[in-house]
């Protein structure tokens, strides 16, 4: 089976009680390795940093290749400064001029699917990356629309979407995109030929929409006794949507375990377990569901 590639950036999040490896793009890579699906995992950091090494060291714990990720001596690895406020929710200061910021395109493209996101665009080096490898390979795409300060732009947002097969958003991003581009969410699917649009609904769970706008599927939230925060909890969604599709199991099934993985992640601090052993019933879930028709 050809891997999922990912393409994005890997840093570290700041939390008031120290530093995690995070990044939307790392968080899926490394849920993919640990749920046994194979992942070539495209970035870059700083060349010896500590926030490199963290980086690598979190790797290495969920089983993912770093020889996709590029080392930089001259930009340090990515830092985001994540503020708590009320009730688990989070804001984000992202910092400039990261060595994701500077990518260089993979030397190769080897691929079933790929995953990228709009917040490693915010840098026209980064983004030339992007588009020379989606160039190169003709598969399946996912957007992972993070409306982050800096790429929360509707050119940006547009030219993204144009660039994807299948796109996931939450609830928020949504509402901006019908804003910016067009009235309807069945005008939008068809101005940018989306054949899949996830939306996420944090504790009101999810739904998934066809090209036509037609509701596809939908879910409850899973409850989470045990919350701590919501950090990483979209990209455990995204990554066992990605599994899902890459196995070629049930969409149904897949749907409905991926909105209990994101649950889960929303019992932990940052965006996956400290340990990977935890994952090892979700990996064991995943290859235990039906096989699509």
């Known amino acids: ?152 732009k509707p050119d940006l947002a547009a030219e993204s979407l144009m660039l994807a097969d299948r796109v996931k958003i939450n609830e928020d991003e949504l509402e901006r995109l019908l804003a910016w581009l067009e009235p309807t969410l069945p005008a939008l699917m068809a101005r940018f030929a989306l054949q899949e649009l996830l939306v996420t609904r944090g504790a009101a769970g999810y739904a998934l929409y066809g090209e036509s706008g037609q509701l596809l599927a939908a879910g409850d939230g899973v409850a989470q006794p045990d919350f701590v925060d919501s950090v990483g909890a979209g990209d455990g969604f995204t990554a066992m949507l990605l599994a899902g599709y890459a196995l070629r199991r049930d969409r149904a099934a897949t749907l409905h375990l991926a909105n209990r993985y994101a649950a889960m992640i929303c019992g932990v601090r940052g965006p996956l377990p400290d340990d990977s052993a935890a994952l090892r019933p979700w990996r064991e879930a995943l290859h235990a569901l039906p096989a699509e028709d």
Do not use: C
């Open 1 to 152: 089976m050809a891997p999922v590639l990912v393409m994005g950036e890997a840093l570290v999040d700041e939390f008031h009680d120290g530093a995690v490896a995070g990044g939307a793009p790392f968080n899926v890579a490394r849920s993919l390795a640990a749920l046994g699906v194979p992942v070539s995992f495209v970035s870059r950091i700083g060349a010896d940093d500590a926030a490199g090494h963290l980086v690598l060291d979190s790797a290495a714990r969920f089983g993912l290749s770093v020889d996709g990720i590029q080392r930089d001596a001259a930009h340090a690895t990515g830092r985001v400064s994540v503020h708590e406020g009320e009730g688990g929710s989070h804001s984000f200061q992202i910092h400039a001029d990261a060595a994701w910021d500077h990518l260089a395109p993979p030397a190769a493209v080897d691929a079933g699917l790929i995953y990228f996101g709009s917040l490693m665009q915010r840098h026209a080096v980064s983004r030339a990356a992007l588009r020379a490898a989606l160039k190169r390979a003709r598969v399946p795409r996912l957007l992972d629309l993070n409306l982050r300060p800096g790429t929360d």
